[in-house]
């Protein structure tokens, strides 16, 4: 086993700055200000008169006291808001060339690409928030940009189309459709609870519609949960979305540790199945979505807040039976139901820092006779939240999201490589493996 220490600047770069200050005119202007590259400040000294100098003083002193937020009065006032971004976007920007590491922060802007060897092979910027998967479609990558946008970026790094969501805010995960359209997990910003919306973008013409309400769904269960510590409704709090085809997502919720099957979902959506713990969902009345354990080859425990739920195909099964892969993060929780007693469950962990073990889980589910059955897992390092799983070319990639370590390992569950790198406050999202052939590089 190789165990690598990563390039520190994995573990996230990219601070933003909140200047005030005085304006010709205008009281005062706050902006979140980003650290990107403007024209003329790679090839000229920055700082060359006094009034950029005494700014760029101020943020470099914030940056190394670990500030995020900077109060600034310009002695001179500014003339207009266009010339006060761009000073700060400037003093920012070189401060950050001359201070990179005190720019290592876990809410990155950017989003990473390394090699097997855990070279970092290249920076993709973004607005904010983070990117959670990349799709390929019609010569362009598709990834999120910010809570708010996906773009279409071509392989010279041209965004082609800016997608914007709207009144909603995604999380999580999107998919393509059979007709190219995007389906993404979202929050209406104008609802009464969290992270139980599929909404569809155009990708031609850009129109978001909300095509599922999981509220409308679990009416009857929505209307038992309750908020939680910050006053949100995250009551089913879905994290991963598969478009299965024929107008059938497969879901993955992290609130209720359970996998769910949508069928008809732009008609009359309606739910096909659950996988998830039978004592949770007692007495909800969605009992009998649940399919069955098998456990003819030995007994399992559900999985506990999963994440990255894959669906796979074989040739090699018979029609109604398929697989699927997932990050069982093997953490019992749920806010939203307080009263459910996750500890009775048999090696599940109750402790978000103290627990021991995660695993990955491959089901085999056959729709036939409504069963799955527990086929491969393996322990791998544990992460309450977060995290993903990965089969990339006979190996399996991990990402174990908030210890910071992520391997890749081979058929049988035994570790080939594993990086960790060095975590401020939060984790790494996700880690997913891509060659990129007839993108950046031909095909072999």
Known sequence: MQKKSANKRLKTAGCAVLIAAS???VPCYAVRVQPIAQDGVVNQMYGTDEQEMQLYRAVSQAV???KKTLDYTFKTPIKDKDTFIELCRQAVYQVRRDYPESFLDNHTDFMYYYDNSGVLRGEIPLIGY?????????DCMYYSISESKIAAVN??????KIYDTGTYSLHHDYVFDDDGNLLVLATDTESDSVEDQIIQINTQTGEVSCVLDLGELFSDYKEECTENEDGELDWIHI??????????VLLSSRE????????????TPQITYMIGEESFWEGTGYEELLLEKDESAGTFSNTGGQHSVT????DSLNAGEYYLYLFNNNFGVSKSKPAYDWEQIEGIETSMKEGEESYYYKYKVNENNGTYSLIQSFKVPYSAYVSSAQEHKGNIIIDSGMQGIFGEYDASGNIIQEFEMELADEYIYRVYKYDFADFYFEKQ
């Open 256 to 267: 209720t540790s359970t996998i769910l099957m949508i069928e008809d979902i732009y008609d």
């Open 155 to 160: 392989h010279l790094g041209k965004a082609e």
């Open 239 to 248: 994290n991963t979305i598969q478009w299965i085809g024929d107008d059938a």
């Open 64 to 66: 190394s006291e670990g």
């Open 23 to 25: 304006l010709l005119s």
């Open 311 to 314: 669906y796979v195909q074989d």
């Open 130 to 138: 983070r990117s959670h998967r990349l799709l390929f479609r019609d």
